[in-house]
RNA sequence: GCGCCAGUGGCUCAGUGGAUAGAGCAACGGCCUUCUAAGCCGUAGGUCAGAGGUUCGAAUCCUCUCUGGCGUGCCA
């Protein structure tokens, strides 16, 4: 807002001095506190077009700003450089605005109510959630929560790999522990089958629940069973991870699901009828190499089994279909090479591949004693989610995995984080915070309130220290819209930190309460309540809690279990949200298995069915896609909005004609093997 | 080989083409009779991997080289 001032002054002046300008300049915050409140480069860039000297340009500019009042001082560096110095006043102003946002400050509309689909963590329901799911799960939730605080209507989305070769060696492998906790000699595993310790824990809870019967199931009725136990279980597992970390999303998608609408003949169709498949050894093949993809790649194997890319892609047309103006994905450091046969066949099928953007969360290498942890997926040797929760704490892993940016590896030292946790950059924000609740305390006891406040004392705020906290709030709305567009959340958790360092230093230098001077004392106090609203909102967006007060004297491990305590309250309340649908039934679960019902949408209204394919149709901008795909949709939104309680709305007209056309496209017969027709021989 | 990500004090990391490259940790030296010392102040530590180029100006953009991680499956 402020600087929106200088750019506002700075075109008048150009324009009275009839001067060519572009708007390739900025005004920042300096670095170098000498250098101003604000300082631009203005007369640097716009020299040239002038054919003017920077120095000449900027003097005459600096001569007919002087002459504005907001400014306490205008001035011109050696270089070229405009500096501005704000009179205090102006900067009172803005502490009055933010003080009347509350707990609001910091929103923006920049997003215009853009629907924005985040997807993260999906991890394979083969294990617990690793380190890099936890980064993952950090990571998206924050930028979901960001986003949505700079205007946009982002929602969060979890897919499951429900389906497909690694959940039949999941099963092969609870089978092996199953048989080898009932006495068998099962010598070593096999490779590739999971040896997790979890897979033998999971043996063991099937044994206790099923006794040993299912060992008189048919090997197929066996491994099926064994399959539908171990995805529950395992899901469960990793849903109380997430909880435990305070992660909720919006809905969850399963794979096995998608498969049973039928859109995996309709995908591959979709691409036949593109003109981009082919058969070659027994399997089909997609023609990705000629959009872009460095090779083509396979989509059904010589023995008839699809490859995990097709429903991949099909439900990525789900996302398409239900009217997202944009979609992230967030993904490990080892699926990058999938990308281009991703967008390959968006273009393919002449989706807006601009739609979608992919984010890579690089890798998470866990240091003990200076030494790499070393993990390895084959033989079960992980460390897992919970146990770092369990270590480190909620808050200060959040703040860790914030840390850093998306695109950097990320060295997570746990010693540090375990030993000296009190040095931890995230206890310091957080105290900050609670020092300030203690002032307000301290206040309350003096009676010291801010009733009869007269906004017209901040003029008392007039050190360098007061200034400089406004200063720092000033920018925070602005630094939450650049850190949704960048989707760089790192930022927010630099920022917080800043603004604890300015109040730390603040804090340190002058007493906030002064019984001989109430009116300061209100001042300072007006002006430490918006910090700690900032802060806590700050916080807030991190997933980390701001507490009301930190004592010295609790131990590390009491300070964390309070917090965790705050965190899981704080989930309950909002909470219920998902787990009314979903996961308030685990049974829904297991009913995935059980052939008739092959998903996760508990799908308990038989007429919604109609009415939300309607919602989705009529979200959607361009129907391409078929039943499958559009039933997909429809049950994952439906999913996603009764997560909401909202009362039903009636849209009977509409309603009527869209499931017209929506019988007709059913009533087109699949034609999945109209994909080897389409032979393209080499 | 090809592709993606990275390379900034001893360590972990920030750094919109701009001014003398910044924090934290570790090291060293100070500050508690005053609202929480989980704090503050100070000292030391750098050829921004290297070489070219673009321009008023480069850690940042371009090219090449080197180093590390990952990818390059009819695995997911």
């Known amino acids: 807002m402020l600087k929106s001032l200088i750019k506002k002054d700075l075109q008048e002046c150009w324009e009275a001095l009839e001067y060519e300008y572009s708007d390739n300049y900025y005004v920042e915050v300096p670095k170098n506190p000498e250098h101003g409140d604000f300082s631009t480069n203005a007369a640097l860039a716009n020299a040239k077009n002038n054919r003017l000297k920077p120095l ?16 306490k001082s205008v001035s011109i560096a050696g270089n070229g450089f405009i500096n501005f110095v704000l009179a205090n006043n102006r900067y009172h102003k803005t502490l009055i605005d933010i003080f009347e946002a509350g707990d609001k400050y910091g ?17 394979n329901p083969t294990g617990p959630l690793n380190v890099v799911n936890a980064r993952a799960a950090a990571y998206g939730d924050t930028l979901y929560k960001i986003m949505n605080y700079a ?29 080898e906790i009932l006495g068998e000699d099962i010598g070593e595993l096999p490779p590739g089958t999971y040896q997790g310790e979890y897979v033998k824990d999971l043996a063991l809870k099937l044994r206790a629940k099923e006794g040993t019967k299912i060992m008189h199931y048919s090997e197929a009725d066996k491994l099926e069973k064994m399959k539908e136990f171990a995805l529950e279980e395992i899901h469960e597992m990793q849903y109380s991870s997430l909880e435990k970390f305070g992660v909720e999303f919006d809905s969850w998608v399963s794979e096995k699901m998608l498969r049973s609408q039928g859109v995996i003949e309709e995908v591959l169709s979709y691409l036949a009828e593109a003109n981009c498949t082919y058969e070659s050894e027994e399997a089909v093949w997609f023609a990705s190499s000629k959009y872009g993809d460095e090779k083509d790649r396979v989509l059904m194997k010589s023995d008839g089994e699809i490859t995990y890319f097709v429903p991949d892609l099909a439900y990525h047309l789900t996302k398409y279909h239900r009217g ?22 968006m273009r393919a099928l002449q989706f807006d591949e601009t739609k979608l953007e992919i984010i890579f969360l690089q890798q998470v290498n866990l240091f003990e004693g200076g030494e790499k942890v070393k993990m390895s997926k084959r033989t079960g040797n992980i460390i897992t989610m919970d146990e770092l929760i369990d270590e480190v704490g909620v808050d200060a892993a959040r703040y860790f995995f914030l840390e850093k940016k998306p695109s950097a590896h990320l060295n997570f030292d746990l010693e540090l984080a375990k030993k000296e946790s009190s040095e931890n950059p995230v206890y310091y924000c957080q105290y900050a915070h609670a020092r300030i609740c203690s002032v307000m305390k301290r206040a309350k006891k003096e009676k010291v309130n801010l009733k009869d406040f007269n906004t017209k004392d901040l003029t008392r705020l007039k050190s360098a220290e007061e200034i400089a906290l406004i200063k720092k709030m000033v920018e925070f709305p602005e630094l939450l819209v650049s850190a949704s567009v960048a989707r760089e959340p790192h930022r927010l958790a630099f920022y917080t930190y800043d603004l604890a360092t300015l109040f730390h230093r603040y804090y340190q230098k002058y007493q906030v309460l002064n019984s001989a001077r109430p009116e300061l004392s209100k001042a300072r106090l007006y002006l430490l309540t918006a910090v700690k609203e900032t802060l806590a909102i700050a916080l807030n967006l991190m997933g980390i809690t701001a507490p009301e007060s930190m004592y010295k004297s609790a131990t590390k491990k009491k300070t964390e279990t309070a917090a965790q305590k705050a965190k899981v309250e704080s989930t309950e309340k909002k909470g219920s949200i998902y787990q009314k649908n979903d996961y308030d039934g685990k049974d829904d679960y297991s009913q995935i298995n059980d052939g008739k019902d092959d ?3 508990d799908d308990d209204d038989e007429n919604d069915d109609d009415e939300v394919e309607v919602k989705t149709k009529k979200a959607a901008p361009k129907p391409k896609t078929k039943s499958g795909i559009a039933k997909a949709a429809g049950l994952i939104e439906k999913n996603t909005k009764t997560n909401k309680p909202e009362p039903k709305k009636d849209s009977k007209s509409t309603k009527k004609a869209d499931s017209k056309t929506d019988k007709k496209e059913k009533s087109e017969p699949k034609k999945p093997k109209a994909t080897k027709k389409e032979k393209k021989d080499k």
């Open 107 to 123: 929103q923006s509309e920049y997003g215009e109510g853009k629907k924005v689909l985040i997807e993260f963590v999906s991890a």
């Open 151 to 179: 205007g946009f209507k982002a929602k969060r989305e979890y897919y499951i790999n429900d389906s497909g070769n690694q959940v039949d060696v999941l099963a092969e492998s609870l089978e092996l522990r199953y048989r």
């Open 599 to 601: 998903d996760l949408i």
């Open 56 to 71: 000449d340009m900027a003097a005459q500019i600096v001569e007919l700003l002087k002459k504005k009042r907001h400014y």
């Open 324 to 345: 997202f103006d944009h979609i992230i994905d967030v993904l490990g450091p080892d699926h990058h090479g999938y990308v281009p046969r991703l967008t390959a066949a």
